[in-house]
């Protein structure tokens, strides 16, 4: 039997005593997480906003990033709303994907040139680049795309958009 993989949340919870201050956090059960955050509390504790994602830890981390200048202290924040944290979540949803894009190129590069029993180093000479720049599309670090195509051109193959 498989056990299916928990599925990843990102929220917000604020406390009814002080409603402009909302806890950005994450979690894998938003049930437990809002009663564990109401213990001790003399005031309700109120998830306003949740949001299933593939890696929360990443989007926690983001979103903490996004909202910065109105941190309190802590997963504190002052003055963010519901409609904020949405476009915030789908601006870093688009970025996630371009993220796992780059990721799905970089292991097909290093997969294709380990098939082809090349080092870093042939590669580069092979594609007129630095091998710096192999190791930095193999690490999904940013690169040009002629560079890319380059390296992708060396390799014998062609890099192509298909319908998913």
């Known amino acids: ?13 604020r406390y009814q005593s002080d409603p402009e201050y909302i806890k950005i956090g994450r ?7 809002i009663a564990q955050l109401q213990v001790g509390s003399r005031s ?3 998830m306003v906003w949740c949001s299933e994602c593939d890696n929360n830890v990443w989007f926690e ?15 504190w924040y002052r003055g963010v709303t519901v409609g904020m944290l949405d476009r915030a979540k789908e601006m ?3 970025e996630y994907q371009i993220m796992e894009f780059g990721e799905n190129i970089s292991n097909q590069i290093l997969q294709e040139r380990k098939k082809q029993k090349l080092s870093q180093i042939k590669l580069a000479q092979m594609a007129g680049v630095r091998q710096a720049t192999i190791s930095n599309i ?6 040009h795309l002629p560079t890319l195509i380059k390296v992708v051109s060396a390799l014998g193959k062609k890099l192509s958009m298909v319908d998913m």
């Open 44 to 46: 309700a504790a109120e």
């Open 92 to 94: 870093l949803d688009k």
């Open 138 to 143: 193999e690490n999904v670090e940013a690169v």
């Open 61 to 75: 981390y983001n979103l903490h990033q996004s909202f910065k200048p109105r941190l309190v202290r802590g997963e």
């Open 1 to 13: 039997m498989t056990i299916p993989p928990e599925i990843e949340y990102v929220y917000a919870v």
């Open 27 to 33: 979690t894998t059960d938003p049930k437990s997480r």
